[in-house]
C-alpha cells in the first residue's frame, strides 16, 4: 500500500495564481482532512471530509476549496494564492472516527 | 472553541535525561492520540488513549491520559538522539463530533549527545 500521496512536494507560486494540492490515499478510508503547519502554531485544520461527496469548513478554511468526488481523492484549492498561504500542508485519512490518522508526506508551498 | 493546549513549547535535553510533555483541554475528551514528526518529516501515530487513568508504555516512553480525561502526558526516559522531534497530541472537537482532529501546537524535543 502506498497510504497517503500528495504531490507535488514542493511549490512556488506566484501571489494571485491559483493551484491544486492533490492527495490520494489506497486505503479506503472515509474521513480525509488537510491541515497547515506554520511555526508555533502546530497542525490546523483547513477542510476535512467524513465520505464522497461530504466535505466540511475546519479552523482556517478561508482561501480555500475542497471537492470529494471519490473515496481515494481530496485535492485542496488555493483559489487566488497570497503570502499568508505560504505553509506546509498535510493531507490525512483516517478509517474511522476514533482511529489513527495517517498523514502524507507533505507539500511545501512558498508564495511570492 | 475548544482548544488543546500543549507544554513546553520547546524542551532541550542532555542525552539520557528524562522528557515530559503535557497536554490540556478545557472540556473532557473522548480520547487522545499522540503524534511525533521527525525534523522535515511528517507526523507519525503514536498511541490513542481512551479510558480514565489509562497508562501505555512503548519501551521508554509513558503516556497518561488523566481521570478527568481533560490532560495527558507523554514520558520518554532516558532520552536518546533517535527521541528528536515534535510531539503533538490531538483530541476531537467538543460537542461530541470526533470527524475534527484538533493538534496541540506540539513540543519541539532536542537532544544534546
Known amino acids: 500500500n502506498a497510504g497517503v500521496t500528495q504531490t507535488p512536494k514542493f511549490q512556488v507560486l506566484k501571489t494571485g495564481q491559483s493551484m491544486t494540492l492533490q492527495c490520494a490515499q489506497d486505503?479506503?478510508?472515509?474521513?480525509m482532512s488537510w491541515y497547515r503547519q506554520d511555526p508555533g502554531m502546530g497542525l490546523r485544520l483547513i477542510h476535512y471530509?467524513?465520505?464522497?461527496?461530504?466535505?466540511d469548513q475546519g479552523e482556517v478554511p478561508n482561501g480555500y476549496n475542497v471537492s470529494r468526488s471519490t473515496t481515494e481523492d481530496f485535492p485542496l484549492r488555493l483559489l487566488s494564492a497570497a503570502p499568508s498561504q505560504t505553509s506546509v500542508y498535510f493531507c490525512?485519512?483516517?478509517?474511522?472516527?476514533?482511529?489513527?490518522?495517517?498523514f502524507g508526506q507533505g507539500t511545501r508551498l512558498t508564495v511570492v | 472553541g475548544q482548544q488543546v493546549m500543549q507544554i513546553p513549547q520547546y524542551q532541550h535535553v542532555q542525552e539520557g535525561e528524562d522528557f515530559t510533555t503535557y497536554c490540556n483541554s478545557s472540556?473532557?475528551?473522548?480520547?487522545i492520540q499522540w503524534y511525533k514528526q521527525r525534523p522535515g518529516g511528517h507526523p507519525v501515530f503514536l498511541i490513542q488513549?481512551?479510558?480514565?487513568?489509562e497508562v501505555k508504555k512503548q519501551k521508554r516512553l509513558t503516556f497518561q491520559f488523566g481521570e478527568a480525561k481533560k490532560n495527558s502526558s507523554l514520558h520518554i526516559t532516558a532520552t536518546q538522539t533517535t527521541d528528536v522531534g515534535t510531539y503533538f497530541c490531538?483530541?476531537?472537537?467538543?460537542?461530541?463530533?470526533?470527524?475534527?482532529?484538533?493538534f496541540g501546537k506540539g513540543t519541539l524535543l532536542t537532544v544534546n549527545p
Open positions: 490525512a485519512s483516517r478509517k474511522g472516527q476514533i482511529l489513527e490518522a495517517f
Open positions: 486505503m479506503n478510508h472515509e474521513y
Open positions: 471530509s467524513v465520505g464522497a461527496g461530504i466535505t
Open positions: 472540556t473532557t475528551l473522548s480520547n
Open positions: 488513549l481512551v479510558k480514565s487513568g
Open positions: 490531538a483530541g476531537p472537537r467538543s460537542g461530541g463530533s470526533n470527524y475534527k482532529l484538533t
